[in-house]
């Protein structure tokens, strides 16, 4: 028997538990043994859980049981989720996490960790929920060189922009039934700023070119500008609106950023809709694939972080390699980054905005008055930033055809 330790008794901890005991036998027979809870340490009392004998305030009870060999974190946050993650691999016992914050910060430092001390760090959870991606990228796609990595990586974001589009809903309005739906928080600042995704592309990039993407040099903008208007022309374009984080290598650079898109109704991600994620990655031999799913949740996160400890147990003293190293990748300079754009602004500016955009297709909506809208040829974001100046842009969201 593999006896584990749960540091976390929140969404993401208390799922873990139901999971491992939900399907112990199955579990038992995936991981060549029993895998059992041992203990669960959580500051807060949990009288007339199922757990409640399990917990305790003191994380050492955990770091210092020598039976406990396997460490779940689902604390969230680095401070002290970091501290009790690499004292428990210094200790000699491998970790699941689902934490997105710690794995992005810290990834390279405690894999390496891991690596010396011959146990093993993983964290399939901290990108897309229950979506498979982690393994892939570390595993079935090691034999193509990653071109592009394209996904839809937050649910609440995806909730709101999805009702925004279905019923011409305004952001606020939007917003507010995801609270009440509780598919938002209170304060969504790290769901609609777009810092949820940005950490998640973060760790994906990592992971697909070897080296430390540090997520604080990704360009990220999020979803709060958005507007029913900005939808009325979507549809009008046979697409829709999606927050995209992403990256690609152009030329040997790796660009990369978290922001709004048009989506045409011909790209897979278009109807990727709800709280539902999705994946895109292109290879230089496979070509694209896509992985979707419930990009969060408490049951399907809870199953990806169990399918680690299971990865775990049956690699007990032989460390998995995941070829991730501190040495820093240098983004490309996003202002270098080349595309389209969907540009609104005041109908009385449309002769300025024609003359420094002569390329550009106008789209017209019925229910928009007073408005000039068009799409730009590509260019860089440089050339776009240096048209527009003078303009008094309502809106520009980028374009993903």
Partial sequence: MVNIGIVGYGTIGSGVFEVINTNKESIAKKAGEPICVKRICDLREFPGDPAEKLITHDFNDILNDTEITVVVETMGGTRPAYDFVKSSLLAGKSVATSNKELVAKYGAELIKIAEEKNTNFLFEASVGGGIPIIRPLNQALTADEILEIKGILNGTTNYILTKMQRDGAEYETALH?????????????????????????????????????????????????????????????????????????????????????????????????????????????????????????????????????????????????????????????????????????????????????????????????????????????????????????????????
Wanted: hydrophobic share 40%; glycine share 6%; aromatic share 10%.
């Fill in 177 to 401: 039934e995801a609270q009440d739906m509780g598919y938002a928080e209170r304060n969504p600042e790290a769901d609609v700023e777009g810092y949820d995704s940005c950490r998640k592309i973060a760790i994906l990039t990592s992971l697909a070119y070897g080296t430390q993407v540090d997520y604080e040099d990704i360009y990220t903008e999020g979803i709060t500008k958005i507007t029913a208007k900005d939808m009325y022309y979507a549809k009008a374009l046979d697409a829709t609106i999606k927050l995209l984080g992403e990256s690609r290598i152009v030329n040997g650079k790796v660009y990369a950023r978290v922001a709004p898109a048009l989506i045409s109704s011909k790209s897979p991600l278009y109807s990727v809709n709800d709280v539902f994620n999705a994946i895109f990655v292109k290879g230089n031999v496979l070509d694209d694939v896509m992985f979707y799913g419930r990009g969060a949740g408490k049951l399907p996160t809870a199953s990806a972080v169990v399918s680690d400890v299971i990865d775990e147990v049956k690699h007990k003293d032989r460390h998995i390699t995941i070829l991730w190293s501190s040495k820093k990748l240098n983004l490309g300079d996003i202002n270098e980054a080349s595309g389209r754009y969907f540009v609104r602004v005041p109908a009385e500016e449309r002769e300025a905005a024609v003359k420094v955009f002569p390329a550009a297709s106008e789209v017209k909506v019925e229910k928009v008055k007073g408005e000039y809208a068009f799409i730009t040829g590509e260019m860089t974001e440089k050339e776009y930033s240096s048209r527009v100046e003078g303009l008094n842009v309502l809106n520009m969201i980028r374009v993903s055809f």
